[in-house]
């Protein structure tokens, strides 16, 4: 699952930063939404753009900041990621926070995870099985660039403690598949559905 499908993701997002706004707006939609939903949230979005039925709430402001940043995100990322700097991704999770709205570290956690195969989305399936607060992985913008780096490390570290990005991958596939077998066959369906929406196979 992730050796496949993730990997193909990784080498599709970082072709372009069209591709980045592609799977911003894949980690946008998911929010609040199931899986299932989010192929006709993307159609809908592409066609109606900032006019979509489905950016509700601070939705909105995301797809804004992702059509205004994408660009600048794109260059910086693939800055931070070729860099030799040791914490570069607590650097990539506070640019991708402060730069879309909406998106703490837990979603900018997910991006980084499509787009270069590292850290991984503690999202609300996962802090159940695994026993994280809440407070754990809040984030606030209005802090010190030193306290919000802190933070993203100890998200980096809590993931890590988990175990690898293609741990939380895979096993938020086959959970998923497991608890929605009217929907998927099995975890590859689940993860395959990730790289045929981004690219837009099936939109």
């Known amino acids: 699952m992730f050796k ?6 990784n080498t599709f997002i970082q072709a372009s930063p069209d591709n980045l706004f592609r799977a911003g707006l894949f980690v946008i939609s998911s929010i609040r939404q199931p899986l299932s939903t989010l192929e ?11 006019n979509s039925k489905h950016l509700w709430g601070f939705k909105y402001q995301s797809y804004l900041d992702l059509v205004e940043h994408k660009q600048f995100l794109y260059d910086e990322l693939l800055k931070l990621y070729h860099s030799d700097l040791d914490n570069y991704l607590d650097n990539a999770l506070v640019l991708i926070a402060d730069n879309i709205t909406g998106l703490g570290l837990v979603k900018a956690g997910f991006l980084i ?3 270069f195969g590292e850290i991984g989305c ?8 695994f026993g994280i607060t809440r407070n754990t992985l809040r984030y606030a913008k209005n802090t010190s660039l030193d306290i919000r780096l802190n933070k993203a490390f100890k998200y980096r570290k809590l993931s890590a403690s988990i175990g690898p990005c293609s741990f939380l991958w895979d096993n938020w596939c086959t959970e ?3 608890s929605s077998p009217e929907t998927y066959i099995n975890g590859h369906e689940v993860s ?5 929406i981004i690219q837009g196979i099936k939109i």
Do not use: F
């Open 113 to 115: 995870q499509l787009a």
């Open 4 to 9: 496949d499908h993730n990997k193909a993701l």
């Open 40 to 50: 006709n949230q993307l159609a809908d979005i592409y066609i109606n753009k900032e």
């Open 176 to 178: 998923l598949a497991l």
């Open 122 to 129: 503690i999202d609300s399936r996962n802090k159940e099985q």
């Open 192 to 196: 395959k559905s990730h790289l045929d």
